[in-house]
């Protein structure tokens, strides 16, 4: 196969929605077609977790002709031969940790089946694959390094929260100088909680001043009336369940903790 042809309808526009859906035409190589996003679940297991589907899985993927309601094309099969090309133009451009054949995922019989298959496995055996920061949180929790996480729990929904700003602000700056990207967009995800860089922060602005800020924060936390559950803090973007935050701060105290009993 040269090419795949997809059409891509939109029924929004920046402005609202359209009185018309907007359709355009792109032909795509197949390589650019896998990784263009056209399956959400596809893209994600590829590029997010790593692994490419055996060959019966991905024909199941492009054997449905459409993905949600916008993008479509002719349905299609690939040889084994093609399938080979692909997996090999996948691996070159790849993260480390990219995996060609899991074959003990190999049973299952269409992708739904197999993608289930493939996150339950990375949930209870996380060493099994080198996962970027968007895949630990969606599927593990807080990465904290050294094959460490810290459990979410995202039903926030009718419990009372507080905002937590106005302790967490003056660590402002030790969480500012974790961030890998901005919590505008990446929320939570944008910091890097991973103990060497919690001590090389840390390091850059004072060991002992840092602590000093954790410990004070982290007993006006245990003030805050119990009834609260959840913590809003705009300097992280996010909510979070109150123990996830409190094992947060405790994470960084012991970690900075544990190098100053060494020094």
């Given at each position: 196969m040269e090419s795949v042809r997809v059409t891509r309808t939109s029924y929004y526009s920046y402005e609202g929605t359209l009185e018309s859906p907007n359709i355009t035409h792109s032909n795509l190589s197949l390589k650019d077609f896998v990784t263009a996003a056209m399956d959400r679940e596809l893209d994600l297991a590829i590029r997010g977790y790593g692994v490419i589907p055996p060959l019966h899985i991905m024909n199941d993927v492009f054997a449905r002709g459409q993905?949600?309601?916008?993008?479509?094309?002719?349905?299609?099969?690939?040889?084994?031969?093609?399938?080979?090309?692909?997996a090999g133009a996948l691996v070159e451009h790849a993260h480390d940790g990219f995996v060609i054949v899991d074959e003990s995922l190999w049973s299952n019989q269409d992708f739904k089946q197999w993608f289930a298959a493939l996150r339950a496995k990375i949930k209870a055996n996380p060493t099994f694959k080198k996962l970027s920061f968007s895949v630990q949180h969606e599927i593990l929790g807080?990465?904290?390094?050294?094959?460490?996480?810290?459990?979410?729990?995202?039903?926030?929904?009718?419990?009372?929260?507080?905002?937590?700003?106005?302790?967490?602000?003056?660590?402002?700056?030790?969480?500012?100088?974790?961030?890998?990207?901005?919590?505008?967009?990446?929320?939570?995800?944008?910091?890097?909680?991973?103990?060497?860089?919690?001590?090389?922060?840390?390091?850059?602005?004072?060991?002992s001043e840092i602590m000093r800020l954790l410990d004070t924060a982290i007993i006006d936390i245990e003030q805050i009336d119990a009834d609260v559950e959840v913590f809003k803090s705009e300097l992280l973007n996010s909510k979070l369940m109150r123990q996830e935050l409190e094992q947060l701060l405790q994470h960084f105290a012991t970690v900075i903790s544990r190098r100053q009993a060494c020094s």
């Open positions: 993905s949600g309601k916008s993008y479509s094309w002719a349905p299609f099969r690939i040889s084994e031969s093609q399938y080979e090309r692909l807080i990465p904290l390094g050294e094959g460490q996480w810290i459990p979410r729990n995202l039903d926030l929904k009718n419990r009372k929260s507080k905002k937590i700003d106005g302790v967490l602000s003056p660590l402002g700056s030790f969480f500012r100088a974790l961030e890998h990207c901005t919590p505008y967009c990446c929320r939570l995800e944008a910091f890097n909680f991973d103990a060497d860089n919690v001590l090389a922060q840390a390091d850059e602005l004072g060991r």
